[in-house]
């Protein structure tokens, strides 16, 4: 395995990289909070004093929080200067925009850009079964491939323009945010006529709704267990944002945006809420 680089150590990226470093080779990996990387450094990861180190590597990955985050590291200062020919695959869900400022920033510097949002929580990432949704040059493509099978189980192209990738993981969490207000919904509703809703999610997601959404939050909501947070609740309300963005780019209504974004301004404004998994999101509904 060629030497790779890869950039943000929250939950998430954690995860992905143990995966990288487990699967053998030399991964330099690089955290603004240093030790973060102590972790994989003890599995025998090498820690980079600063972005630009990670980002020499000839494959270099990243996943950091949102748009602000990926644009303060990816710049043109920590890109440039290393070997030609070098690829890097960002794989955090930011916007659009984001993904072509990047795209350009990468391009100056000589770098082929990819973009590579990830289906997944953290636990499955750490098991490698991320879905991996990709878009970018076909060559970059084929040379990432190998080494995003150590992180997923399948990889999905969407296109050559690393946007359509952030595109189809803003749709993917705005199904997401209708199935939680739906499952808060519906659950509430049984609750109100006596009826255990463990025992109705447990209907749902063995008959018409199987899958990680229904099965997984479903049962969270009906047991009220949000803790630990896999994914916090303030980075539900960003993913609705970036769906209300990329709707206005093309002048489309999301009619149900609105009440959505009501759902998640309520759980933030709630202290209690505030710090819980996205899912608690339902308390909002079930309290009402």
């Not at 143990?18 to 603004?32: D, H, I, T």
């Not at 102590?38 to 980079?48: M, N, P, Q, Y």
């Not at 590291?73 to 020919?85: D, F, H, K, R």
């Not at 309300?237 to 759902?263: M, N, Q």
Request: aromatic share 6%; hydrophobic share 45%.
């Amino acid at each position: 395995m060629t030497t790779l680089g890869f950039l943000g150590l929250g939950n998430m990226g954690t995860a992905i990289a143990g995966r990288l470093v487990g699967a053998g080779g030399e991964v330099q990996v690089w955290n603004r909070s240093p030790e973060a990387a102590e972790s994989l450094v003890a599995r025998g990861a090498i820690a980079a004093e600063h972005p630009a180190g990670a980002l020499a590597a000839p494959v270099s990955f990243s996943m950091l929080a949102n748009d602000e985050a990926a644009e303060s590291v990816l710049t043109a200062e920590n890109l440039e200067g290393g070997p030609e020919g070098r690829i890097h695959v960002n794989m955090a869900s930011i916007s659009v925009d984001a993904a072509d400022r990047l795209e350009a920033v990468a391009a100056a510097a000589g770098v082929r850009y990819v973009a590579c949002p990830v289906l997944g929580r953290p636990a499955v990432a750490a098991e490698g079964r991320l879905n991996l949704l990709l878009a970018g040059p076909d060559d970059a493509l084929d040379a990432v491939a190998p080494y995003l099978e150590h992180c997923g189980i399948r990889q999905w192209r969407f296109g050559e323009r690393p946007r359509q990738a952030n595109a189809v993981k803003i749709a993917v969490n705005y199904t997401i945010l209708h199935a939680l207000q739906a499952l808060a919904e519906s659950v509430s509703l049984v609750e109100r006529h006596d009826i255990d809703s463990s025992s109705f999610v447990e209907l749902l997601s063995n008959s018409l709704f199987p899958g990680a959404v229904y099965t997984g939050y479903g049962s969270m909501i009906a047991e009220r267990r949000y803790r630990p947070a896999g994914f916090a609740m303030e980075l539900g309300l960003k993913d609705l944002g970036l769906a209300e963005e990329l709707a206005a780019e093309r002048r489309l209504e999301l009619p149900t945006a609105p009440v959505l974004r009501e759902r998640f301004e309520s759980a933030l404004a709630d202290r209690e809420l505030a710090e819980l998994d996205w899912s608690a999101v339902a308390e909002v509904t079930r309290r009402g």
